[in-house]
């Protein structure tokens, strides 16, 4: 399984180090990019002319400011055959792509594998054979740190994945361990949990690297009920009580997820994204998940919470998503729920979120009066059930509510 590195703080410095390094070697600016085309680091070599923003081309400066090339791009620098590459390749202009200035590509690979791009911006004079040699020589080096910090990915994905598909009582305690392990020192610190589902594909490979959420601590793939796979992610808080880092997370997968912030409440294709509780410790690791699982839920059913729902604010939706799959069926209900009373369904629903007052909900309905009270009469019929009744009314609410989800 094909799997991006993860940049931790530390390795950060490293690669800006190495970056740094080939710009002083060849004279000239370089970035450093994942196979994915996903800004690792960038340097600037301190010559006249390579910093004014006006010799920066657009492919560059978004590289830079977004810290990733668009799919058109990396198809573009893939058809001159880098990927396959083991020195360096030169690209000329072309305007016509957003590339003003021609460049070299340096692929970075580990045991034959690609794993990363160094780019060069044309200087005049370009650099001799043997400066691109020698920054060939820092490729390697890069290529190996990037390899370790894949594999260490891999089996973050790996453990994380464990705890939130084990069972509960040992099995789950065993796999915690094995995580908290890896983790280190990070697992005893302030996190939550992103649920972002259903996630477009099965295929582990076309997940997000880790390296572009940040705070994102570990990402993997689990199964999602009917629907195919979801993306769960840990990430880290400044403080326990700060959810922004999940939420800013959450949001930036979302962008990675055809389908998200879909046509309306409960369609079938719609992307969302649910946050749980913060928690400090992995202990509450499987709770936290159940969290994140039922907010994505909740921001499925109700537009009104997503397309990022936090568990802390989807009310009563924090007890709905515990009941089991078939509690929607009671019934008393069930042939209101038919396809064929969908819109009384929709009537009775509008009018008991808004306590029963027949203004506000003929208002929201664009109705009159009179047509909410016959609806409301068919829904009694159809159900048996009185909505003058305080408890008629909550099975028929909760009914509803549940049925969504």
């Known amino acids: 399984m094909r799997q991006n590195a993860r940049v931790t703080p530390d390795s950060r410095s490293e690669y800006q180090e190495l970056i740094d390094e080939i710009s002083e070697l060849l004279g000239a600016p370089a970035t450093l990019e994942n196979r994915d085309f ?5 340097g600037a070599y301190d010559s006249e002319g390579d910093l004014d923003p006006s010799v920066l081309d657009p492919v560059r400066t978004r590289s830079i400011l977004t810290r990733r090339s668009t799919a058109a791009v990396r198809s573009w620098f893939e058809g001159f055959g880098i990927t396959r590459a083991t020195g360096p390749v030169r690209i000329p202009p072309t305007p016509q792509a957003g590339v003003y200035r021609g460049r070299t590509c340096l692929p970075v690979r580990h045991r034959g594998v690609v794993l990363g791009y160094v780019w060069l911006l044309d200087t005049d004079p370009g ?32 453990e994380l994945r464990a ?28 996190h939550a949990v992103v649920c972002v589902a259903p996630w477009p594909s099965a295929d582990p490979d076309d997940a997000p690297s880790v390296r572009t959420v940040p705070g994102a601590t570990a990402l993997c793939t689990v199964p999602w009920g009917t629907a195919g796979q979801s993306l769960a992610l840990l990430v880290r808080l400044r403080a326990a009580d700060v959810p922004a880092p999940a939420t800013a997370a959450a949001g930036r997968l979302l962008e990675r ?5 879909g046509p309306g409440p ?18 509450e690791l499987g709770a936290a998940w159940w969290e994140a699982s039922a907010a994505a839920r909740a921001a499925r059913a109700e537009s009104r919470f997503g397309p990022v ?41 509008v009018y008991l979120d808004r306590a029963g007052q027949a203004g506000r909900t003929a208002a929201e309905l664009g109705i009159h009066r009179q047509t909410l009270y016959y609806r409301l ?18 099975l028929l609410h909760m009914a509803l509510k549940a049925h969504r989800l």
């Open 163 to 190: 705890v939130l598909t084990a069972e509960r009582g040992w099995q789950r305690d065993m796999a915690i361990a094995e995580l908290r392990t890896a983790l280190g020192a990070r697992a005893d610190t302030p």
């Open 266 to 283: 409960g369609a079938a294709g719609v992307v969302a994204a649910g946050v749980s509780a913060p928690r400090t410790g992995l202990a």
């Open 257 to 261: 997820a055809p389908g998200a912030a």
């Open 377 to 394: 009469s068919r829904v009694e019929q159809l159900t048996g059930l009185d909505l003058d009744d305080g408890e008629d009314r909550l």
């Open 309 to 349: 729902a936090q568990w802390t604010s989807i009310g009563p939706f924090r007890l709905l998503a515990g009941l089991p799959p078939h509690s929607a069926h009671d019934p008393a209900v069930r042939a209101l729920l038919s396809p064929a009373h969908r819109e009384l369904a929709r009537t009775a629903e």
């Open 38 to 42: 996903e800004l690792i680091a960038f």
């Open 127 to 158: 650099p001799t054979e043997r400066q691109l040699a020698a920054a060939m020589a820092v490729t390697v080096r890069i290529g190996a740190l990037l390899a370790d910090e894949a594999q260490h990915g891999a089996d973050l994905s790996r």
